[in-house]
């Protein structure tokens, strides 16, 4: 309660309410759990605007596991644990939009396969000319995509058909693709492969993976979350693998809330930490390359060097870490879609120090961040081993 996280809240910056802040969000809760407070809508549209970033947790004396106690928090009143005064099933505007987007997270945004079917259909109106179209008259979902759709990853390189160039006796990893390897992300997916065979490395993408569970975990729903992270946990651990690689900070940081057989690490963080001996030289750079550095990068898996470490390993290259780092672009998963006028508020800073850098490049180790910005600045943004898979 003494406050000195409330100045590192974003959405506190934005609405100077109390309620927005973190210690204001630990008071709703505390009067909800003691009964003292209803659980009526304008409580629970302050306790859903949370990004969830940690940004409080980073500075707490105290050592306040908020992030913890916020995911509780939504859990309990998914579960209707909390007296209301006004039921939470009503139709307001803002629980109509949060249902609809929570339907979307359960059929589209977390099956992989459901995702890539509908990528497909939007690179189809993308070749036909017609993006345009689809950005400006599909609502938010429209507004959030990316300038450039990827194409859906290629049949040769989606799960369970990975061409493996290595010998049988290679080490052998994981790659666990997100919900968005087939689709969003599917240019990673296809640098990752190609960065990790240059390096020697048989790579094992099995067909059964699921959602890693944070947009649940975030969401409230706490029991899906955990049943997914289980899941996984089975499909990696019986396949005799050297490492799970993650693409994606927030996945990463998702599936290493529990002990897992095999060790799981970010991909960025992986190849970083290859030493330069086992590396082919790759050919010089010149570019200027804009680090953006994602909140579940710096504050949940707590590796805010290592896009800078592995992007450093191509001669040449100019690296700008962004100033505006320390805050949250808004993204948040969900958030971005539940909340897009406060999404798009956080974001602006960041396309402001964008446009006056002009960099050749701009870098995101999380999908979300990365479609966010691209979305707003008209430019791609990549993922860091992209970069890498360009010089082999």
């Known amino acids: 309660m003494c406050g000195i996280c409330v100045p590192y809240c974003p959405t506190f910056a934005l609405s100077r309410n109390e309620a927005d802040g973190p210690r204001g969000r630990i008071s709703l809760a505390l009067g909800l759990a003691e009964g003292t407070l209803a659980a009526n809508p304008d409580v629970v549209a302050h306790l859903d605007g949370c990004l969830t970033c940690r940004a409080c947790e980073s500075v707490c004396p105290s050592q306040v596991q908020y992030g913890a106690l916020i995911d509780e928090v939504r859990g309990a009143l998914a579960q209707n644990v909390f007296s209301a005064t006004t039921s939470l099933n009503e139709s307001t505007q803002p629980k109509a ?10 059929r589209i945004f977390s099956q992989r396969q459901t995702f890539g079917r509908l990528w497909a259909v939007l690179t189809f109106f993308e ?21 450039q759709t990827p194409s859906r990853l290629p049949r040769r390189f989606r799960p369970n058909q990975v061409a493996n160039l290595q010998p049988a006796n290679a080490k052998k990893v994981g790659l666990f693709i997100g919900c968005t390897g087939e689709s969003l992300n599917s240019d990673a997916v296809r640098a990752s492969i190609r960065v990790l065979n240059a390096l020697g490395y048989a790579v094992e993408i099995p067909k059964v993976q699921v959602c890693c569970g944070a947009m649940h975990q975030h969401g409230g729903d706490l029991e899906r979350a955990a ?54 030289p790759l050919p010089p750079n010149p570019a200027r390359v804009a680090i953006h550095l994602p909140c579940s990068q710096t504050r949940m898996l707590k590796q805010p060097a290592s896009t800078e470490r592995l992007l450093q390993k191509i001669p040449g290259l100019k690296i700008v870490p962004l100033a505006t780092n320390n805050r949250c672009c808004g993204a948040a998963g969900l958030h971005l879609l539940m909340y897009p006028e406060q999404a798009d508020t956080l974001r602006t800073p960041k396309l402001i120090e964008l446009n006056e850098l002009k960099p050749d490049f701009v870098v995101s180790a999380n999908i979300g961040c990365a479609t966010h910005i691209a979305a707003g600045l008209g430019a791609p943004v990549v993922h860091p081993v992209e970069l890498v898979a360009m010089g082999l």
């Open 127 to 147: 070749r036909m000319h017609l993006g345009g179209f689809i950005r400006r008259f599909g609502g938010r979902f429209g507004q959030a995509l990316p300038p």
């Open 97 to 106: 939009a949060q249902h609809r987007w929570t339907l979307w997270r359960n």
């Open 227 to 280: 049943a997914l992270r289980a899941e996984n946990r089975t499909v990696f651990g019986g396949a005799d693998l050297t490492a799970l690689l993650v693409i994606g900070t927030a996945c990463a940081g998702e599936l290493l809330r529990e002990a897992n057989s095999v060790p799981v690490i970010e991909i960025t963080d992986f190849l970083a930490e290859i030493p330069d001996a086992e590396w082919s």
